[in-house]
């Protein structure tokens, strides 16, 4: 079974540049998930996505950050502009869906991550 | 809002010994996942815990929920090299809350 596809797998960029990245969850589940994870501390939720719908989003930076999930597959995040304190690696993880539940909170499985690089 | 302590935040042991991390929450949690992640690597589900006092076993790893669904623990019996990375936990507030991931216990063994 393939697992969770992210690109690119690095990216070095100046500040006030833009940057996307992508992600492909396992085939067949319906909750994918964006994490930031700084280095020496844990992931932080940036957003939950329930097939192309939004769960949680409350802790992303919608100033400059913005995720979607258009066909409730494939999904992006960008960051315009970044700023020096965005350096850190990007998770993507997907899980199933409870049937009946709204909120799924199954086994998360990962991606490798984008490690991202402001200068 | 809801808030997760893991501790400790490093520990250090001999090969053989015994691991134990903990995480605490302040508010009552629906459910809590734990997590490996081996460094350079991604998070690798272990276990999760749904009911209250809930204890699992995965061969030397012991899981346990506490009784008020507030906190949790990971045990690892006579560690071994292959323990080596960093545990978290990932919480779940239910209705209440959100999905939180703890700082993490970054175990490293001696041979």
């Known amino acids: 079974e393939a697992g969770v596809a992210q690109s690119p797998r690095y990216k070095i960029i100046e500040k006030r540049q833009s940057v996307a990245f992508w992600c492909n969850p396992i085939?067949?589940?319906?909750?994918l998930y964006w994490y930031q994870q700084i280095l020496g501390q844990g992931p932080k939720l940036l957003i939950q996505?329930?097939?192309?719908?939004?769960?949680?989003d409350s802790q992303l930076p919608k100033d400059r950050f913005s995720a979607e999930r258009l066909k409730g597959v494939d999904s992006t995040l960008k960051i315009q502009p970044a700023k020096l304190e965005d350096s850190a690696v990007y998770l993507c993880?997907?899980?199933?869906?409870?049937?009946?539940?709204?909120?799924?909170?199954?086994?998360?499985?990962f991606g490798p991550g984008t490690r991202l690089t402001v200068l | 809002g809801q808030q997760v302590m893991q501790i400790p935040q490093y520990q250090h042991v001999q090969e053989g010994e015994d691991f134990t991390t903990y995480c605490n929450s302040s508010t009552t949690l629906s459910n809590i996942q734990w997590y490996k992640q081996r460094p350079g690597g991604h998070p690798v589900f272990l276990i999760q815990l749904v009911k209250s006092g809930e204890v699992k076993k995965q061969k030397r790893l012991t899981f346990q929920f506490g009784e008020a669904k507030k906190n949790s623990s990971l045990h690892i019996t006579a560690t071994q090299t292959t323990d080596v990375g960093t545990y978290f936990c990932?919480?779940?507030?239910?209705?209440?809350?959100?999905?939180?991931f703890g700082k993490g216990t970054k175990l490293s063994v001696k041979p």
């Open positions: 993880a997907s899980s199933f869906l409870t049937s009946g539940e709204w909120v799924s909170y199954n086994e998360q499985f």
């Open positions: 990932n919480l779940y507030g239910g209705s209440q809350g959100n999905l939180i």
């Open positions: 085939s067949g589940h319906a909750t």
């Open positions: 996505f329930q097939n192309n719908g939004v769960v949680d």
